[in-house]
């Protein structure tokens, strides 16, 4: 029973770490092109790693995974990623931004 819970954590943390790096990707991309025709698809997928964070973990989740963001992308392309938490309004009950 304890390689299984061992196995699963590991899993799950990589699991994080790739939608981290996606909504990283994405999030940077929306914010650098912002009249780009993809830009309503970009949004959607980061409203569904929203979703898929706040199913999991909660709002726990979508708190650590947003924080660590604004501060990796303030730091390397120099813009407030705050504003952005607006899209995921609505998906857990105690995110309001």
């Known amino acids: 029973m304890t390689s299984f819970i061992i196995e699963y954590r590991w899993g799950r943390t990589h699991l994080d770490a790739y939608l981290e790096e ?5 999030l940077t991309y929306c914010i650098q092109n912002p009249n780009s025709t ?3 698809s970009k949004r959607k997928r980061i409203e569904e790693i ?7 973990g909660g709002i726990d989740a979508m708190e650590n995974m947003f924080y ?3 501060f990796r992308i303030k730091d ?5 990623a705050r ?6 309004n609505g998906i ?3 995110w309001k931004y």
């Open 76 to 80: 390397e392309i120099g813009h407030d």
């Open 68 to 70: 660590s963001l604004e």
């Open 22 to 26: 996606e909504m990283y990707d994405t």
């Open 38 to 40: 993809d830009f309503d």
């Open 83 to 88: 504003p952005f938490r607006t899209w995921w």
């Open 50 to 56: 929203g979703k898929d964070l706040c199913s999991d």
């Open 92 to 94: 857990c009950e105690d």
